[in-house]
């Protein structure tokens, strides 16, 4: 559906602080293009770090709020309070909120679904009850009334839609969705990669490198990924595992308990922490195997990225996994150690397997581009508008 004339599109970035959110709307504004969406201009409300984080373009206007440099209340407070005049003020056609949550009075409005973990019970319940588990609960009935409020929803992938639609019932707005860009520099071509190698020309002073990238969580299932390695390396394979990623303290330390207990001076397990962007590829260049063992994700970007720079996965045949990766990885049970070890001898004793699912994987991490992505978001959101115009006229 076209549009009459251009639109002013508002986005709410007061609850965008960190992680796949920031990279999501950052990586959207920089492939977007005015003249193929015909609006005027862009604006955000964020906070200095947030907006710092976005691209300077003559059409894009970051708005600083003070009060979103402070505590979550605050930033509730000014989205309660605040944000809904100054969208008007700013005569924006609609807007746009990346976080998916919104309790304000402005509309149209556009949702986007990016945190799956409120809307699985099963997966919220693996952690003992804590502030963070309030702190979801509460997530889970604000985007429910926000979700059922809003006359635009975007999601990451089909099974999303129906994890978060099993909670809040059939939404009557319009609903789409789409899929995540990757970053070119996540990206190799096909001639740089070489053949595996056998088993066989790996040793104990040069192991063959399994990864389990990703934060340290319960719904991340490391225990499972740590006990089949050691498994395995019972049965006399040369293998070495590293966990990299940011954690839940409780969840690491007992992470940390079980690397102790089952190699205690660290020789063949570590956990490395988060790892800049630069040192995570050299990662993934050096690695052999990378293992993605999540059961809930709305997407599943990093298992995108692994994939996308030639690492052969072993991945949880969970939530949106098998919809986004295909027929490119070996599947496991998380919740399984015998499958996972199953999984992952394939693959270590298969240099032919792994060769194939780094060429397929290759060629399907080219279709998750942020144009696609940037596209069919703005054109959503002029469709919006457009339809909210012809109810007004």
Known sequence: MGLLKPIRIGIDASNLRQGGGITHLAELLRAVSPKSHTFTEIIVWGGDITLTRLPDA??????????????????IFWQVRYLSEQVRANQCDILFVPGGSFVGSFSPRVLMSQ????????????????????????????????FRRAQGLIFLSCYAK?????????????????AHGLVPNFQIDLAALTMPLSINQYSQAQPFLILCVGNIDAYKHPGTVLKAV????????????EFIGPA????????????????????WAQYLGPLLTEDLKAKYQAAQVGVFASSCETFGIILLEEMAMGLPMACANRSAMPEIAKDCVAYFDPESTPSL?????TLIHSPELRQANQTKALALSKEYAWQQCASETFTFLGDIAMQNRSTLA
């Open 58 to 75: 003559p059409w894009l206007r970051k708005m600083s709020i003070a009060m979103l440099n402070r505590g979550l209340l605050w930033r």
């Open 230 to 241: 050691a498994a395995l390396r019972k049965e006399g394979l040369p293998l070495r595992l």
């Open 248 to 267: 839940v303290p409780k969840v690491l330390r007992q992470l940390q308990s079980q690397l102790h207990a089952l190699d205690p001076q660290g020789e």
């Open 162 to 178: 129906s994890a978060v639609e099993r909670v809040t019932g059939s939404l009557a707005c319009p609903t789409q969705v789409i």
């Open 341 to 345: 070890m199953y999984a992952l001898d």
């Open 115 to 146: 945190n799956l973990l409120p809307f699985e019970w099963r997966e919220l319940c693996r952690s003992s009850f804590s502030l963070y588990t309030l702190k979801m609960l509460l997530l889970r009935w604000v985007q429910t009334f926000s």
